[in-house]
Nanobody, 115 residues
Framework: QVQLVESGGGLVQPGGSLRLSCAASMSIFSFNAMGWYRQAPGKQRELVAQIRRIGSSIYGDSVQGRFTISRDNFKNAVYLQMNSLGPEDTGVYYC?????????WGQGTQVTVSS
């Protein structure tokens, strides 16, 4: 069983930045991919960013150029640096991994962008 623990959410003003962290309970080399999804109130969960085992990454259209996903192989962690945040980025952000073709999720961390 994979355990994922997110941290770093909070309240930030428009134009601000936040960095989310996700710590995994096992080596991230075990995962085909790691990523971040978000869910805004009344909307479906959507992909924000994903990084694959080989190191390639993809981003949702709405965050391209503003968000950066990265990982620390020694800390078994994945990060999401979020810049130029706007109210449309508000939501619960979930860490996700693909482990042996099964998806595992963290408990989520709230990000609120508001003045």
């Amino acid at each position: 069983q994979v355990q994922l623990v997110e941290s770093g959410g909070g309240l930030v003003q428009p134009g601000g930045s936040l960095r989310l962290s996700c710590a995994a309970s096992m080596s991230i080399f075990s995962f085909n991919a790691m990523g971040w999804y978000r869910q805004a109130p009344g909307k479906q969960r959507e992909l924000v960013a994903q990084i694959r085992r080989i190191g390639s990454s993809i981003y949702g259209d709405s965050v391209q150029g503003r968000f950066t996903i990265s990982r620390d192989n020694f800390k078994n962690a994945v990060y999401l640096q979020m810049n130029s945040l706007g109210p449309e980025d508000t939501g619960v952000y979930y860490c996700n991994v693909d482990y042996r073709s099964t998806a595992f999720w963290g408990q989520g961390t709230q990000v609120t962008v508001s003045s």
